[in-house]
């Protein structure tokens, strides 16, 4: 072979070989690109399922917690009114806040024996149409008795016995049972049509009675009232988890849902696409235990998905692999000259692939730790260790040198609190100062994420000028590159998640896309776990509510009621006694209305800190109501040991308390009862304490009192009168006496004072002094004094009518008419149905009447001088008038009391007291008239000492108005 030939074969070996070699690596590259592709792909058809299964699974946490809230509106409560569920569920705003839920109900537990008086109640309280579904007897019937919102197809449930179908019946006893939320399996819901038919299942939280235990299986049977629970249909709930993605999902994933582990048809629950692809290239099933009931869950990948494995990239290669070889071996024979170009490119092109495969290694790494964190996510408890293990996944899974979160403080500031971290951080964060304010401290990574609520990239940490405060400390720990990423929930930016790499450049888009998935996880989480936490706090709230005062923090009447029945049970085995103390704290009321409620608090407190200091240590403190307590006495305690306590708490109250500039004197009423002599239990002992406490008030207040026999006696016949009361006022049982007024120096019949009589219908004629002040107290005085100023109006204007001299009508007004009623527009009226002139009828005030509200008062009494009518005040002398009132208010008359009048002849000093009445009085301009006058020495004293007018036995009892009458014509006939 010639050395031409040689050359011209080597020319053409050189080309082949490098073409053979060009296009084997172009055959194994594109394969490596395709394989990346697929496993790229598979990662994330692995993270769509863990997404979907985890978005599931909080959902339904979302949903438990709107059960847990609602069966907490029935333990806060006796009963639940069906306006205050409709407000209530209003209040949650479902439709915005829970898509996929179609309401939330109650279902009441109904005995048989109880089912006609539940239907006419449930037909009384408004459904007229209401009855259970289906018809039929059973032993206990589970009736939908509220469902909210009130659509019209939630409407069609209401009524449906839901025990009377075995599938919702085994969801609601496993829940009853084991006192948990449970869900049932797959049934079709009564709100359902033929249109639009889906499937669906009910969660179930059981209800049970307020102040009962439920720790036992029996006792949550017994102790049942029902369930709060929630329907949902299945296209619906799985339109609100996917949310936006809802389309997009069902265009490259098909997902079926089945009830159980069966995957028959008959169990399928939920299917995107109505079909399934049994040739599919990634395909997963996992099983979830929801809620005491397990779901399988099918998820196969669809072609558009699978179509993405068509990597473009080993096109792109195989392409340009084909090309370079075709190029290699067209220039092979240029070998000599061209060999360094030639492994140039070849190098390239390798360092080119290293770093393809170096990205998607870095992909692939971040799909993997957004899996690993949404894990985390499902199974977090406590919002510290949720954030630790996700910034630990972060640095170890995910590859990054420190991760940290801090949350934005809304100070004056606006600084930023590093919360957790994980990596190499050395004191990092101890040194440097960051904000969220719009300055140098702010308007880096961290500080612009927030105050944007945008992501913020750094990719260069030594080159990036909103670094400099930051710069030198970072480059000494080896950052080079970080993103801040803000933690957004409720369009609320609570803080921002900061993840620092060691390559500047770190970052490309598609891995600022997953992170920022991380990010909003994240922020989800923290929102739900405070909620979660909210829940169990306002719940740990309401069991402190129930058996504690909020102010004071002393035990409340049920709790006071439990220890006086253990303790009532010892002291029976033993022998022993058990006291009561009821402390009335005097003159409280005056404490709140001058100085107000909060100063009002305040002093409780402190009477409750002096009380712990003089009761035994192992007596309870209870607080009853706003100024009443009790302490129960346990132990070896006689009558004599029992009143040292009292009086140990009668000196400990003598020294003044001072709230701030306020020094206050107080004391307490206190009521003594003792188990068993007075009681056996402990309703009746509190009744006979606080009974004692009347007697403790009458002797003066500031002193104790044994409760007696006597006692509950004189208090039963007060409440047996204050009971009839009411029917007196229905039924006209009042009638009216009238005692006469007489002008000293004439004799003549001037006034007639009205004095009410209660005619009893087995009692008899009842005397005022036994009524009245029950009345003052029942507030009937009120309507007994409007009865007896019209029908005083309307004698007086017959005897206006009847006689050229008629007397003026005396009535007396009570302090309360004063402080309830319309006294004004009262007598108005009276005096003009009854066509009684005003300067015929005299009003007498009691001077305690001046002491109230005096500024609307005076406004009152001013009202009624103008209507003419005359004013009087009644027992002068007894309590504390202002002269310049009677002066202001042109008062007409003084009466004197008749403890004064029954003293005058007997002590100079009622005398001295009466003659300076008369005095000041004449001193006035006033006509003075004395009442209680019942001999002739005490009318002749009067006389001798000017008084104008008397009133007494003297001269009549009080009579009825036909027996006035008679007295006025006989002393019209001795004056003529």
């Not at 705003?93 to 839920?101: A, D, V």
């Not at 998905?305 to 195989?318: G, L, Q, T, V, Y």
């Not at 990092?428 to 612009?448: F, V």
């Not at 309703?683 to 004692?692: E, G, I, R, S, W």
Request: proline share 3%.
């Amino acid at each position: 072979m010639s050395k031409g030939e040689t050359t011209s074969n080597r020319a053409l070996l050189i080309p082949g070989i490098f073409l053979l070699l060009g296009l084997t690596l172009t055959y194994f590259l594109q394969g490596s690109a395709r394989e990346a592709a697929r496993e790229t792909l598979h990662d994330e058809f692995k993270f769509r399922v863990s997404e979907v299964l985890g978005n599931i699974d909080r959902r339904l946490q979302s949903y438990e917690q709107i059960l847990e809230s609602t069966a907490g509106l029935f333990a806060a409560s006796d009963q639940v009114a069906h306006g205050d569920f409709v407000e209530y569920v209003h209040a949650l705003r479902l439709e915005g806040k829970y898509p996929g839920i179609q309401g939330v109900g109650f279902a009441k537990l109904v005995p048989h024996k109880d089912k006609t008086r539940h239907i006419s109640e449930m037909r009384a309280s408004g459904r007229a149409d209401y009855d259970i579904r289906p018809a039929g007897q059973r032993d206990v019937y589970t009736p939908i008795v509220y469902l909210e919102p009130s659509t019209s197809r939630n409407h069609r449930a209401i009524g449906y016995d839901m025990y009377s179908e075995p599938v919702r019946r085994a969801a609601l006893e496993q829940a009853r049972d084991e006192e948990k939320t449970r869900i049932s399996g797959k049934v079709r819901l009564v709100q359902e049509t033929d249109q639009d038919l889906q499937a669906g299942f009910l969660m179930y939280l059981p209800v049970y009675q307020r102040k009962t235990t439920h720790q036992t299986l029996e006792e949550r049977r017994t102790n049942l009232i029902g369930w709060v629970y929630a329907p949902f249909r299945m296209n619906d709930l799985m339109a609100g988890i996917l949310g936006e993605r809802f389309g997009e999902a069902n265009a490259v994933l098909n997902l079926e849902i089945f009830d159980g582990d069966s995957l028959q048809a008959s169990q399928q629950m939920f299917n995107s696409n109505g079909q399934g692809h049994e040739n599919a290239q990634f395909h997963a099933v996992q099983r979830i235990a929801l809620f005491g009931h397990q779901w399988t869950v099918v998820i196969d990948s669809l072609a558009p998905f699978e179509a993405r494995m068509r990597s473009d990239k080993a096109n792109i290669i195989a392409l340009a692999g084909t090309i370079a070889s075709l190029l290699l071996a067209l220039v092979g024979w240029l070998l000599a000259t061209a060999r360094a170009r030639a492994l140039a490119i070849a190098h390239r092109m390798t360092e080119e692939l290293q770093q393809s495969e170096a990205a998607q290694k870095r992909l692939n790494r971040a799909l993997r730790l957004l899996s690993d964190c949404n894990m985390a996510l499902v199974h977090a408890e406590e919002e510290y260790k949720l954030l630790s293990e996700i910034f630990r996944l972060c640095v170890e899974r995910g590859g990054y040198l420190m991760a940290w979160v801090g949350y934005a403080e809304q100070d004056a500031q606006k600084s930023v609190r590093p919360i957790a971290q994980s990596g190499y951080e050395s004191g990092y964060l101890e040194k440097i100062n960051i904000s969220w304010a719009d300055d140098e401290h702010g308007r880096g990574p961290t500080g612009t994420a927030i105050r944007s609520g945008r992501p913020n990239v750094n990719q260069n940490i030594l080159t990036n000028p909103a670094m400099a405060p930051w710069r030198e400390a970072a480059s000494q720990r080896g950052y080079q590159s970080s993103v801040a990423l803000p933690l957004i929930c409720e369009a609320r930016v609570l803080g921002a998640l900061n993840v620092y790499a060691h390559d500047p450049g770190a970052f490309d888009p598609e891995e600022l896309h997953l992170l920022e998935e991380l990010a909003n996880d994240l922020a989800y989480g923290i929102v739900a776990l405070r909620t979660r936490e909210e829940h169990a706090a306002a719940k740990d709230r309401l069991t402190f509510l129930d058996h504690f005062d909020p102010l004071t923090h002393l035990p409340n009447r049920l709790l006071l009621r439990d220890r006086f029945e253990r303790a009532a049970l010892s002291a029976k085995s033993e022998q022993k006694t058990v006291c009561l103390l009821y402390l009335d704290l005097d003159q409280f009321k005056q404490v709140n209305d001058s100085l107000g409620y909060a100063v009002g608090d305040r002093v409780l407190v402190g009477v409750v800190e002096r009380l712990r200091q003089c009761v035994p240590p192992a007596a309870t403190i209870s607080r009853l109501s706003g100024d009443e307590f009790v302490v129960l006495l346990t132990g070896n305690y006689d009558a004599t040991g029992i009143a040292v306590v009292a009086n140990t708490i009668r000196d400990v109250f003598a020294e003044p308390l001072a709230i701030d500039t306020h020094v206050l004197n107080l004391s307490f009423s206190i009521g003594i009862s003792l188990y068993p002599n007075d009681g056996e239990d402990f309703d009746t002992l509190l009744k006979h304490a606080h009974t004692a406490i009347g007697s403790a008030k009458e002797a003066g207040r500031n002193t104790y009192r044994f409760f007696t026999r006597e006692m509950n006696a004189g208090l039963a016949e007060q409440i047996r009168l204050t009971g009839g009361l009411s029917n007196a006022v229905r039924h006209g049982e009042f009638l009216l006496h009238y005692q006469p007024q007489i002008d000293i120096q004439s004799g003549r019949i001037t006034g007639a004072e009205a004095l009410v009589r209660w005619q009893h219908p087995t009692d008899g004629l009842v005397p005022p002094g036994k009524f009245i002040s029950l009345a003052e107290r029942s507030g009937h005085i009120v309507q007994i004094g409007e009865w007896v100023l019209n029908e005083t109006c309307r004698q007086g204007k017959l005897w206006m009518d009847r006689y050229p001299q008629a007397p003026v009508v005396a009535v007396n007004l009570s302090a309360l008419q004063f402080k309830r009623g319309n006294v004004l527009e009262m007598v108005s009226k009276a005096l003009t149905t009854s066509g009684l002139r005003p300067d015929r009828l005299e009003l007498e005030l009691t001077e305690s009447i001046l002491l109230q509200d005096v500024e609307a008062t005076m406004k009152t009494l001013q009202g009624l001088k103008a209507l003419g009518v005359k004013l009087s005040i009644d027992d002068f002398g007894t309590g504390y008038s202002s002269l310049s009132y009677l002066k202001q208010l042109a008062i007409d008359k003084l009466k004197i009391d008749q403890s004064f009048v029954g003293d005058m002849l007997t002590d100079e000093d009622g005398a001295s007291i009466v003659k300076a009445i008369i005095q000041l009085g004449h001193t006035l301009q006033l006509t003075v008239i004395a009442e209680g006058v019942e001999t002739d020495a005490q009318l002749a004293f009067l006389n001798t000492a000017g008084c104008d007018e008397a009133q007494g036995y003297l001269f009549s009892r009080p009579v009825p108005a036909d027996q006035f009458a008679k007295l006025l014509e006989k002393k019209e006939a001795e004056r003529a």
